[in-house]
């Protein structure tokens, strides 16, 4: 019977197992937490990703409406279903919205005067993804 130092036993062991848990742990997603923002062609409508929690995304949306006249904001979700949708008369308009992570995938916000004839639209593509960040350190 051959005899193996119990060290070499432990070290191959150890490093067995990190690359077993550098192996289960590649596959993991980011989650995208880039401040983004889109606006319009005359920067009137901005809106913007303010990040997230465990729970929810948080959009801000902006609008310059100088003269006061009143206006719609509507968001709709990938199946075309309104989710939300108001009316405003704002000058200096700035709201925060939170959305849940899990709901959707895709939301439309539609900025439009109360005739409908002007209108601003972007959409909003949600992709989340969960990271995983393992420290092992030799105590």
Not at 26 to 43: F, P
Not at 126 to 136: A, E, G, L, S
């Amino acid at each position: 019977m051959k005899k193996v130092a119990l060290n070499k036993v432990a070290n191959k062991f150890f490093a067995g197992s990190l690359v077993a848990a550098a192996l289960f742990l590649s596959v993991h997603a980011h989650a995208a937490n880039n401040i983004t923002k889109a606006e319009n062609d005359n920067n009137k409508v901005q809106i913007k990703y303010t990040g997230s929690n465990d729970e929810y995304l948080n959009f801000t949306v902006s609008y310059s409406n100088p003269t006061g006249n009143k206006f719609d904001l509507t968001f709709y979700d990938e199946s075309g279903d309104v989710i939300y949708s108001n009316t405003f008369k704002d000058q200096n308009f700035v709201k925060r919205f939170s959305v849940p992570k899990s709901a959707y995938q895709k939301l439309t916000v539609v900025v439009s005067n109360a005739n409908g004839v002007d209108q601003k639209k972007f959409d909003i593509a949600i992709r989340t993804k969960q990271v995983d960040d393992v420290k092992i350190s030799q105590l």
